[in-house]
């Protein structure tokens, strides 16, 4: 890990600042985001224990938001994502069912489909 635990930690606490909607997501929520972006910017390396952790920051945050359409697609795209768990990109899937106009399940869907797509053809 490159940047320590201190990178998840000061990304949780701005992601949950800038939040515009003022909904109180779960920490496991922002957390499992938070090695999304993390691992996108060359900031960790994905170990086993990362994988872990991600596993079951984004379980809990499905087991917390089953209703949640935000807390579905984030779970579903860190666990394709960080995880390499395909089959969770049915998370992103059903959060667009439960809500069709959420602008982070779609972009969180176009980021997910085409490497699902590209992972399934090696």
Known sequence: MVAGKRTTRHCA?????????????????????????????????????EIAEVTRLAQRAVELGKDDAVALAAAGWALVYVVRDLGAAGLIDRALVLNSNLAEAWFYGGWVKPFSASRKRD
């Not at 939040?19 to 390396?45: D, F, H, M, N, Q």
């Open 13 to 49: 606490c701005s992601t949950a600042r800038s939040s515009s909607t003022r909904i109180l997501r779960p920490p496991t929520v922002v957390l499992a985001v938070c090695y999304v972006w993390a691992k996108s910017e060359g900031w960790i390396s994905v170990t086993a224990k």
